[in-house]
């Protein structure tokens, strides 16, 4: 008779393992296959892989978190697979007014239903907020117009929420779905990002000012920590590592670009609270490269920005271990995620490409090109932006100062 080993030191041993590797353990018998079942390993690998999944994975609408993640990954698959004739094409009709920030409601099209339905908010010239089913290529809500122009744009997806902030410092909270919005609070006028994040205490807005990084406790000074870089032009935050921050820094008359990176912690010195910033990496680029203008960060390690018409990808250590050339033109946006990279530029052309997580190194994946707008003859003249979830990607195309188009495309499922 074969002796079991009992579950709890079983269970620790597959929390060492990956997916594949505990879909394989699930076929050795049925004890086995019993303890990789459990949802606590799977809820970790999703933990691991992304971001959103600090809730329970009924708000997703799976069974089941290995159900999550199996569905997860087939979707992310079936993204990275997919040509420019896989995508139904869609624009906005009407005058917009020039589309500034925007943000999908949806997260990464969650629902498990196979009913799958991207929701993009947008923030418009015309003091604004708006709601639009990506896959219909339609608005579906819009708030009244506001005194302040909106010029910050925040969702919290698991709660259809968004956040907006407009140039008087009024921080609003809208459903969406209502015309009025839910709540406001008034911040100093500062304000210069906006983070949203959902915590087991509920949901959590983070406003960074222009010296401070906490909000303090009702009548205590606000922590802060001044970063050395005066002449930083550029920051991105680590996806899975929020006290990790990269810094895109110039020197010597703007002729060198260097990044920098920073680990903050909250340390108790000499009876007070104090944020230290730890650099753990720092290099400069070579000085015939082009400037970036545009960068971003995958994870803990990598750095990606552009410069000209090419996509670089550097560890925060100044490692090259990739170079795209896949534009004609110079590269006029860049969006980074933990899934995603899109680009575009002003040959009428965004480019995706997903991450990878093979080797010592994740590396880029060039998946597809699409068209900012089919069988357009002027591309010259167009600045565009684009972002995307698992199953569409959305991009603003403006050729002046007056007015924006928006183009969605959603893969025909």
């Not at 949203?196 to 010296?211: E, H, I, N, S």
């Not at 920590?225 to 921050?245: D, E, G, H, T």
Request: proline share 4%; charged share 20%; with cysteine.
């Amino acid at each position: 008779m074969d002796t079991l080993l009992p579950e709890v030191p079983l269970l620790k041993i597959f929390s060492f393992l990956d997916a594949f590797s505990l879909l394989q353990v699930c076929q050795v018998n049925k004890y086995w296959n019993k303890v990789a079942e459990n949802d606590h390993l799977w809820r970790n690998l999703c933990l691991e892989k992304w971001s959103f999944c600090h809730f329970s994975y009924q708000c997703l609408g799976a069974p089941t978190w290995k159900h999550f993640f199996l569905s997860q990954r087939k979707r992310e698959r079936r993204m990275a697979l997919a040509q420019p004739e896989d995508f139904l094409y869609r624009e906005a009709a009407g005058n917009l007014g020039i589309l500034e920030p925007m943000a999908y409601l949806s997260g990464s099209s969650l629902q498990m239903n196979g009913r799958e339905k991207s929701i993009l908010c947008t923030v418009s010239s015309k003091r604004m907020l708006y709601a639009w089913d990506v896959q219909e290529g339609i608005m579906i809500w819009s708030s009244p117009v506001q005194r302040s122009s909106i010029r910050l744009l925040e969702t919290l997806p698991q709660m259809h929420l968004a956040f907006t902030v407009d140039l008087e410092g009024t921080v609003k909270v809208w459903n969406c779905r209502d015309e009025d919005a839910l709540a406001t609070l008034t911040v100093p006028k500062a304000c210069f990002s906006l983070e949203a994040f959902l915590t087991k205490d509920g949901p959590f807005l983070m406003v960074f000012y222009a010296k401070c990084l906490l909000r303090p406790s009702e009548g205590k000074i606000p922590l802060s920590v001044s970063l050395p870089f005066s002449s930083c032009c550029r920051a991105s935050w680590a996806p899975k590592r929020y006290n990790r921050i990269t810094l895109m820094f110039r020197r010597a008359s703007f002729r060198k670009t260097g990044f920098t990176t920073f680990d903050l912690t909250i340390e108790r010195i000499g009876g007070e609270t104090v944020i230290q910033a730890h650099q753990v990496a720092s290099f400069l680029l070579p000085v015939h490269m082009e400037s970036p203008i545009w960068m971003g960060v995958s994870d803990a390690n990598m750095i990606i920005f552009e410069s000209g018409s090419r996509l670089f990808l550097f560890t925060i250590n100044g490692l090259l271990l990739q170079q795209f050339d896949d534009h004609q033109r110079s590269i006029c946006n860049l969006w980074v995620d933990s899934l995603h990279v899109l680009t575009t530029s002003m040959d009428n052309y965004l480019h995706m490409y997903m991450w990878e997580e093979e080797g010592r190194y994740p590396y880029l994946r060039s998946c597809c090109h699409l068209e900012h707008r089919r069988d357009d003859s002027t591309p010259s003249c167009y600045v565009s932006k684009a972002l995307c979830d698992n199953v569409s990607i959305v991009c603003v195309v403006s050729r002046s100062r007056e007015s924006s188009i928006l183009v969605m495309y959603s893969l025909n499922m």
